[in-house]
């Protein structure tokens, strides 16, 4: 395997190269089973090879650009960082494709959306497999181009083409700075390997680490949905479903979380970055945490929900703890790709996203119920779950890293995680039904990938030890020794706090019906998002809409319509004047004949002399 | 006749082509004062080709000179449709060119 690992990207990108081309002709039945078993194929390739790893294995295929001394290989990385990534993006992406089957079942365009999802799964798994950054960013740029393409999935409607739109802008914003951040390092080292970069980080000064790190940070932001670049991902819900689960929650928006700690060595030189980094993740949590208290609309309390949790994973990177992070992501992966499947699976069956016109699910679809309950109790951190053992690991490592701060944060959000998450709960399965009058268990297919998930959320989280020790080999993965009392402390404090959460949203939903929940002002200021979209549109959207209104106004019509107008004129003007020469008459032509012989003659006879 | 009057009758033929084009108005007199050019220059084109001792001046007089009988064959054909529509056929009943 280990001269064949890099074969891993490229099946997914047989099947959308496939699909693209012949589409029209195969059938629909050949796209359900070659689309799910090619990223199957994938995911066997990335077991064995993970079974199979013993060090770090790079392969390079052949020299990708060579210009004066820039030279980038076209290779291939598989370390125990990139190993658990590629597991987790073929694992999931394989389930989320079988998934897929039924949830897009009758949509028009079936074969284009396995197209998208297996070119997305190709570019993820390039992304995490690469072993310099121009290839990451190959493979980042991938993920957001399809990103962009399945969120405007259905875009004949208007709302999901404007935010495919408003993704692929923001993601603009940060993978420029990203781009910067790739120039700078290659002004400072000369070469764009990560294991050169890791190796060599002590040679440049920390402020221009800083500069870097922060630099592709910013791409970190837009990718992975933080303050302040977070804007796209709850609009990217418009999306189907699957998508949400598989891109916007799983996989492509944690690649920042991936990419600092690919690059941890150069975010630790500079210490201040991975200050920033902690300090952004963990107030982001909060931020969204916070929106997703108020919010009706299912996917949107999800969406919110996965930005939080991606803070979580930013933080625990920056308190110096990649292992936590990395272990965060591992879990999150699976429980909250399961919310959405979930989600999805309520909302084919009864056809509506409002909450508000939910209610008493649980009868009509147990299934679903029991998979949305596992997976909410491992979000929450019920002892147990997977995200018990992920949430506390970050936390626990905040706290003994110094940072008290980040650590309180931490534990206030994982309180409000598990009420909005209850909240949802309690709202869509408890209670009378509101507002529909038929809703039906969504098929088997989609059952058995729900139900795998549902394991994985529960016993992904038992390995915390081994998985940091197999990290290890990547050099900078510290395992801090706790003593049992604190721990049991820190333990018992997350545990009875999600608790209290998960109790306050039965006591507000179902003992008193989500009636007296009501802050004035907060709720509206909670509701309406902060007004981030506003503030946005007020800041950036609308000055720049008026500078172009201007900038049409005054330059396009003034100069550039005046410059093609302009010479149109002159060329008639000319004609006309030019034409006073043409009098029609016989002798007036001749008289030109001969002024012209007679100068040419002069001329030519000046010239013999 | 001495080269030189020969060349001075082309010269004197030409002027008077010229003179005539631009003096007279009816376009049969402008016809003619154009082959009493196109005569001045054929003529000159003899003289240098005598003195030369070539036979090709003598060969594209004789081309001219046949285009020039084509030509004024169209020509007076041209001048006559002209003088039956218009009732006269002078450069003032031909200037529909005027831009």
Same mark, same amino acid.
């Given at each position: 395997?280990?001269?064949?690992?890099?074969?891993?990207?490229?099946?997914?990108?047989?099947?959308?190269?496939?699909?693209?081309?012949?589409?029209?002709?195969?059938?629909?039945?050949?796209?359900?089973?070659?689309?799910?078993?090619?990223?199957?194929?994938?995911?066997?390739?990335?077991?064995?090879?993970?079974?199979?790893? +013993?060090?770090?294995?790079?392969?390079?295929?052949?020299?990708?650009?060579?210009?004066?001394?820039?030279?980038?290989?076209?290779?291939?990385?598989?370390?125990?960082?990139?190993?658990?990534?590629?597991?987790?993006?073929?694992?999931?992406? #394989?389930?989320?494709?079988?998934?897929?089957?039924?949830?897009?079942?009758?949509?028009?365009?079936?074969?284009?959306?396995?197209?998208?999802?297996?070119?997305?799964?190709?570019?993820?798994?390039?992304?995490?497999?690469?072993?310099? &950054?121009?290839?990451?960013?190959? @493979?980042?740029?991938?993920?957001?181009?399809?990103?962009?393409?399945?969120? =405007? #999935?259905?875009?004949?409607?208007?709302?999901?083409?404007?935010?495919?739109? +408003?993704?692929?802008?923001?993601?603009?914003?940060?993978?420029?700075?990203?781009?910067?951040?790739?120039?700078?390092?290659?002004? &400072?080292?000369?070469?764009?390997?990560?294991?050169?970069?890791?190796?060599?980080?002590?040679?440049?000064?920390?402020?221009?680490?800083?500069?870097?790190?922060?630099? &592709?940070?910013? @791409?970190?932001?837009?990718?992975?949905?933080?303050?302040?670049?977070?804007?796209?991902?709850?609009?990217?819900?418009?999306?189907?479903?699957?998508?949400?689960?598989?891109?916007?929650?799983?996989?492509?928006?944690?690649?920042?979380?991936?990419?600092?700690?690919?690059?941890?060595?150069?975010?630790?030189?500079?210490?201040?970055?991975?200050?920033?980094?902690?300090?952004?993740?963990?107030?982001?949590?909060?931020?969204?945490?916070?929106? %997703?208290?108020?919010?009706?609309?299912? +996917?949107?309390?999800?969406?919110?929900?996965?930005?939080?949790?991606?803070?979580?994973?930013?933080?625990?990177?920056?308190?110096?703890?990649?292992?936590?992070?990395?272990?965060?992501?591992?879990?999150?992966? #699976?429980?909250?790709?399961?919310?959405?499947?979930?989600?999805?699976?309520?909302?084919? @069956?009864?056809?509506?996203?409002?909450?508000?016109?939910?209610?008493?699910?649980?009868?009509?679809?147990?299934?679903?119920?029991?998979?949305?309950?596992?997976?909410?109790?491992?979000?929450?951190?019920?002892?147990?779950?997977? @995200?018990?053992?992920?949430?506390?690991?970050?936390?626990?490592?905040?706290?003994?890293?110094?940072?008290?701060?980040?650590?309180?944060?931490?534990?206030?959000?994982?309180?409000?995680?598990?009420?909005?998450?209850?909240?949802?709960?309690?709202?869509?399965?408890?209670?009378?039904?509101?507002?529909?009058?038929? %809703?039906?268990?969504?098929?088997?297919?989609?059952?058995?990938?729900?139900?795998?998930?549902?394991?994985?959320?529960?016993?992904?989280?038992?390995?915390?030890?081994?998985?940091?020790?197999?990290?290890?080999?990547?050099?900078?993965?510290?395992?801090?020794?706790?003593?049992?009392?604190?721990?049991?402390?820190?333990?018992?404090?997350?545990?009875?706090?999600?608790?209290?959460?998960?109790?306050?949203?039965?006591?507000?939903?179902?003992?008193? +019906?989500?009636?007296?929940?009501?802050?004035?002002?907060?709720?509206?200021?909670?509701?309406?998002?902060?007004?981030?979209?506003?503030?946005?549109?007020?800041?950036?959207?609308?000055?720049?809409?008026?500078?172009?209104?201007?900038?049409?106004?005054?330059?396009?019509?003034?100069?550039?319509?005046?410059?093609?107008?302009?010479?149109?004129?002159?060329?008639?003007?000319?004609?006309?004047?030019?034409?006073?020469?043409?009098?029609?008459?016989?002798?007036?032509?001749?008289?030109?004949?001969?002024?012209?012989?007679?100068?040419?003659?002069?001329?030519?006879?000046?010239?013999?002399? | 006749?001495?080269?030189?009057?020969?060349?001075?009758?082309?010269?004197?033929?030409?002027?008077?082509?010229? %003179?005539?084009?631009?003096?007279?108005?009816?376009?049969?007199?402008?016809?003619?004062?154009?082959?009493?050019?196109?005569? =001045?220059?054929?003529?000159?084109?003899?003289?240098?080709?005598?003195?030369?001792?070539?036979?090709?001046?003598?060969?594209?007089?004789?081309?001219?000179?046949?285009?020039?009988?084509?030509?004024?064959?169209?020509?007076?054909?041209?001048?006559?449709?002209?003088?039956?529509?218009?009732?006269?056929?002078?450069?003032?009943?031909?200037?529909?060119?005027?831009?």
């Amino acid at each position: 395997m280990r001269e064949l690992f890099w074969l891993i990207p490229f099946f997914p990108a047989l099947g959308a190269a496939f699909f693209i081309i012949f589409g029209r002709v195969i059938s629909k039945k050949l796209v359900s089973w070659l689309a799910p078993s090619l990223v199957g194929i994938s995911f066997v390739f990335s077991l064995i090879s993970f079974l199979q790893l +013993k060090g770090v294995w790079i392969k390079e295929l052949f020299s990708w650009i060579k210009i004066g001394n820039l030279s980038i290989p076209f290779a291939f990385q598989f370390d125990p960082l990139s190993s658990i990534m590629a597991l987790t993006v073929s694992g999931v992406s #394989f389930l989320i494709h079988v998934y897929s089957i039924g949830y897009m079942a009758d949509d028009w365009g079936y074969k284009r959306y396995f197209a998208y999802l297996n070119l997305f799964t190709f570019s993820m798994l390039l992304l995490v497999l690469s072993a310099n &950054l121009p290839m990451m960013f190959v @493979g980042w740029e991938g993920v957001g181009l399809c990103s962009y393409l399945l969120i =405007g #999935f259905w875009f004949e409607k208007d709302t999901a083409a404007n935010a495919g739109k +408003k993704a692929f802008i923001v993601n603009r914003v940060g993978d420029f700075g990203f781009l910067l951040g790739i120039f700078l390092l290659f002004s &400072l080292f000369g070469d764009l390997s990560f294991s050169f970069i890791n190796s060599h980080v002590e040679g440049i000064s920390p402020e221009m680490a800083t500069a870097a790190a922060l630099l &592709l940070f910013v @791409g970190a932001t837009g990718k992975s949905a933080q303050l302040p670049l977070y804007i796209w991902l709850p609009d990217a819900m418009e999306g189907p479903t699957p998508v949400s689960a598989l891109i916007h929650a799983a996989t492509m928006v944690t690649a920042g979380v991936y990419m600092v700690s690919r690059l941890f060595p150069l975010y630790h030189h500079s210490g201040f970055a991975l200050n920033v980094v902690a300090w952004i993740g963990i107030i982001t949590a909060l931020f969204a945490a916070t929106i %997703a208290l108020v919010q009706n609309d299912i +996917k949107r309390v999800l969406a919110y929900s996965t930005i939080s949790q991606i803070g979580y994973m930013f933080a625990g990177v920056g308190v110096g703890a990649v292992a936590a992070g990395m272990f965060h992501l591992f879990t999150h992966a #699976f429980f909250k790709s399961l919310l959405f499947l979930a989600a999805g699976s309520v909302i084919h @069956g009864v056809g509506t996203q409002d909450m508000r016109e939910m209610g008493g699910l649980r009868r009509v679809m147990p299934a679903t119920f029991w998979n949305f309950l596992i997976a909410a109790l491992a979000i929450s951190g019920i002892p147990g779950f997977a @995200g018990f053992f992920s949430k506390d690991e970050i936390l626990k490592e905040a706290f003994l890293s110094g940072h008290k701060w980040i650590w309180l944060i931490g534990v206030v959000t994982a309180g409000l995680t598990a009420f909005y998450i209850f909240r949802l709960i309690f709202m869509t399965f408890y209670g009378e039904k509101r507002g529909w009058d038929h %809703a039906h268990e969504s098929p088997v297919v989609m059952l058995i990938p729900m139900s795998i998930l549902a394991f994985f959320s529960i016993v992904s989280g038992w390995i915390p030890t081994s998985f940091a020790k197999y990290l290890q080999p990547l050099g900078y993965i510290e395992i801090k020794e706790a003593s049992h009392s604190t721990e049991i402390v820190l333990i018992l404090i997350s545990v009875a706090i999600a608790v209290l959460g998960i109790f306050v949203a039965w006591f507000v939903y179902v003992k008193r +019906k989500g009636k007296g929940w009501n802050f004035g002002f907060i709720y509206k200021l909670l509701y309406g998002k902060y007004y981030v979209d506003e503030l946005y549109n007020l800041i950036i959207v609308s000055p720049y809409r008026k500078g172009s209104e201007l900038i049409n106004r005054y330059f396009d019509t003034g100069v550039i319509d005046r410059t093609v107008e302009g010479s149109g004129e002159l060329a008639m003007n000319g004609g006309k004047l030019l034409s006073r020469l043409q009098t029609g008459l016989l002798k007036d032509y001749g008289l030109w004949m001969t002024v012209g012989i007679i100068t040419g003659l002069f001329f030519a006879i000046r010239s013999l002399l | 006749m001495s080269t030189f009057s020969l060349l001075l009758l082309s010269a004197l033929l030409f002027a008077g082509g010229i %003179a005539g084009f631009f003096v007279r108005r009816d376009l049969i007199t402008m016809l003619l004062s154009a082959e009493i050019m196109l005569a =001045g220059a054929n003529l000159a084109l003899l003289v240098f080709s005598t003195i030369k001792k070539s036979i090709e001046a003598e060969a594209a007089v004789l081309v001219i000179l046949t285009v020039a009988a084509a030509e004024v064959a169209v020509a007076l054909a041209a001048i006559a449709v002209v003088a039956r529509k218009k009732g006269e056929a002078t450069e003032k009943t031909v200037s529909e060119l005027k831009g």
